[in-house]
Nanobody, 122 residues
Framework: QVQLVESGGGLVQTGGSLRLSCAASGRTLYPMAWFRQAPGKEREFVAGISRAGSRINYADSVKDRFTISRDNSKNSVYLQMNSLKPEDTAIYYC?????????????????WGQGTQVTVSS
């Protein structure tokens, strides 16, 4: 059984930075990604990364501000978030998949973390 545990969320002012971490227990997984869900909205894709780190996708709304990375020796994925805006406020979820595919699709992912709250104050 694979478990994903996120950490690093919190409260930050507009323009600030946060770094989210997600540690996976169990087998090494292939694509890993971050999704987020704001109050009253559907969950949306933020960023995804292949096992080797050679393929990375970002949502347009976070390009040039967020950076996804992973350390396979620690079975972990990270999300560095800079220049944060109030509209980035959401619960951020880590996700992991057995096989490659459309990184932006929730259907690809087999495992999900419990989520970590990110709040950006104006």
């Amino acid at each position: 059984q694979v478990q994903l545990v996120e950490s690093g969320g919190g409260l930050v002012q507009t323009g600030g930075s946060l770094r989210l971490s997600c540690a996976a227990s169990g087998r090494t997984l292939y694509p890993m990604a971050w999704f987020r869900q704001a109050p009253g909205k559907e969950r949306e894709f933020v960023a995804g990364i292949s096992r080797a780190g050679s393929r990375i996708n970002y949502a347009d709304s976070v390009k040039d501000r967020f950076t996804i990375s992973r350390d396979n020796s620690k079975n972990s994925v990270y999300l560095q978030m800079n220049s944060l805006k109030p509209e980035d406020t959401a619960i951020y979820y880590c996700a992991a998949a057995y096989a490659s595919g459309d990184y932006t699709s929730e259907a690809l992912y087999n495992y999900w973390g419990q989520g970590t709250q990110v709040t950006v104050s104006s």
